[in-house]
């Protein structure tokens, strides 16, 4: 029972009863239907000499009717029997008998009863004495007298029997050679799906550097291929997870490593007031840093459990834009970017309005940081498509094209030293616009990168 639980097992045997149920079928439909066409034309041949007979045994005295009637049968090689039906009661009179046998069994042949009965030709099988045989009855018209022809079956049931012993002797090379092809194929199949467990195991064992490798284009070659997308995938992912991990321990040790500092130089006594503000402001910021590295990280992990609460209603997308404009202005004045509003039309999203800000806020931050000096940045809604757009755009140097997706992954973070945070915002961003049903998408060329947040329209006239 245990071979049959495995898949080579249930192949073989799939392989061996598909076979047999090949041979038996043969058997059961080839056999039957041979010997009925076989007794079929013994049938019709002895039907075709029923005429010649007939005319055989009327023309002549009645004297020579068994000379004649002998002389027939023998080139037939058949048996003749004339009746003369005598009644009622309806009986049969042997007149004449190619065999000379006794007439007592013969003149009861079920055959010529049904010919006599209908007065018309009558034709079947019986078996008389152990052995079938085909027989054809015809009235001969105008008189009481029928004839009957009586041919074996013997060479039909050889030919029957020989069919039938040539299936049964194929059937053992056929079951060999269904074996053996059944053994062949699942082993090879097996060894295969191996490769593939063995390859699922180093994956889950967090052994991401040797690739699956599956030749074909069958189902299990595409379950490789898929596996190796997935390998890939998550060497992806814990590569990032590693930079993550590196640059989240570092975004946290600089802020602790500047607090610690700056508490130690606190507790000198001969610090003047200007000093001790100066580093109390270094620790605020310092905390703000570590607060917005807390609130990305808790945003993630809400995102990952489904536990992201949104209120999604009508929300006026050109009062939103001011609205992140007038907040950002200070910030802009500072980094020397000058921060302009373009808005097109009164839009009316269906949004939940603290996450669209949030994501304003994450793509406004990214702007302002990661462009040079004098670069200018907008922020503004528009409406396109039947949807509501709100699009914060910069005309600095742009994107590199393989880095204008995987801005949107998780953990990525830009080269360069304008590069800073843990690499979450674009990612938590895009995730928030598409629980809204929305999207986030980026076009970048040098002189112009466009980050666009598109969401539904609303069906309401009541807009936040």
């Known amino acids: 029972m245990r071979v049959l639980r495995s898949l080579s097992g249930q192949l073989i045997t799939a392989l061996v009863v598909l076979v047999l149920v090949a041979l038996a079928t043969s058997y059961l439909v080839v056999v039957p239907t041979l010997d009925n066409?076989?007794?079929?034309?013994?049938?019709?041949?002895?039907?075709?000499?029923?005429?010649?007979?007939?005319?055989?045994?009327?023309?002549?005295?009645?004297l020579f009717l068994q000379s004649r009637v002998e002389?027939?049968?023998?080139?037939?090689?058949?048996?003749?029997?004339?009746?003369q039906e005598l009644g009622p009661p309806l009986q049969l009179?042997?007149?004449?008998?190619?065999?000379?046998?006794s007439p007592s069994a013969i003149k009861r042949d079920r055959i010529a009863l049904d010919?006599?009965?209908?007065?018309?030709?009558?034709?079947?099988?019986?078996?008389?004495?152990?052995?079938e045989r085909a027989?054809?009855?015809?009235?001969?018209?105008?008189?009481?007298?029928?004839?009957?022809?009586?041919?074996?079956?013997?060479?039909?049931?050889?030919?029957?029997?020989?069919?039938?012993?040539?299936?049964?002797f194929a059937a053992i090379p056929s079951l060999l050679i269904a074996l053996a092809i059944g053994v062949l194929g699942a082993r090879?199949?097996?060894s295969r799906i191996r490769r593939l467990e063995r390859g699922a195991d180093r994956i889950a064992a967090g052994s991401l550097e040797q690739p699956i490798e599956e030749e074909g284009e069958d189902e299990v070659g595409q379950l490789a291929q898929s596996f190796e997308r997935m390998r890939q995938r998550l060497a992806q992912l814990d590569e990032a997870r590693r930079e993550f991990i590196a640059n989240a321990s570092h975004e946290l040790r600089t802020p602790i490593f500047a607090l610690s500092g700056s508490l130690e130089l606190l507790t000198e006594e001969e610090m003047d007031e200007t000093n001790r503000r100066e580093f109390l402001e270094t620790m605020r910021g310092q905390v703000e840093r570590l607060k917005k590295l807390a609130t990305a990280l808790l945003d993630l992990s809400r995102l990952d459990a489904g536990k992201l609460d949104l209120i999604p209603r009508p929300l006026a997308l050109a009062p939103l834009a001011e609205s992140l404009r007038h907040e950002f202005e200070a910030a802009a004045e500072l980094s020397g970017h000058p921060l302009s509003i373009s808005t097109q039309t009164e839009t009316i999203a269906e949004a939940d309005e603290q996450r669209t800000l949030q994501i304003g806020r994450i793509l406004l931050e990214n702007a302002l940081i990661h462009t040079p000096q004098g670069t200018s940045v907008s922020v503004g809604s528009a409406e396109e498509g039947g949807r509501g757009l709100l699009i914060v755009?910069?005309?600095?140097?742009?994107?590199?094209?393989?880095g204008q997706e995987r801005v949107f992954e998780r953990f990525f973070r830009l080269e360069g030293e304008k590069s800073s945070g843990s690499g979450l915002g674009l990612a938590i961003a895009r995730e928030w616009a598409r629980r809204m049903?929305?999207?986030?998408?980026?076009?970048?060329q040098p002189g112009e990168t466009r980050f666009v947040l598109s969401l539904p329209l609303s069906k309401s006239e009541d807009a936040v």
């Open 37 to 62: 066409q076989l007794v079929s034309n013994r049938l019709d041949e002895l039907q075709r000499s029923t005429s010649g007979i007939v005319g055989a045994v009327a023309s002549g005295d009645d």
């Open 71 to 83: 002389n027939s049968a023998s080139a037939l090689d058949v048996r003749i029997v004339v009746f």
């Open 93 to 101: 009179f042997v007149m004449a008998d190619s065999l000379r046998a």
């Open 115 to 131: 010919a006599a009965e209908s007065g018309r030709l009558a034709r079947g099988t019986v078996n008389r004495s152990g052995t």
């Open 135 to 168: 027989e054809v009855a015809v009235p001969i018209s105008g008189t009481s007298e029928l004839v009957l022809l009586s041919g074996s079956l013997s060479e039909a049931k050889q030919s029957v029997e020989a069919v039938r012993r040539q299936l049964l």
């Open 188 to 190: 090879r199949l097996t």
């Open 393 to 402: 755009e910069d005309s600095g140097q742009g994107l590199a094209v393989d």
């Open 437 to 444: 049903n929305g999207d986030l998408t980026l076009e970048s």
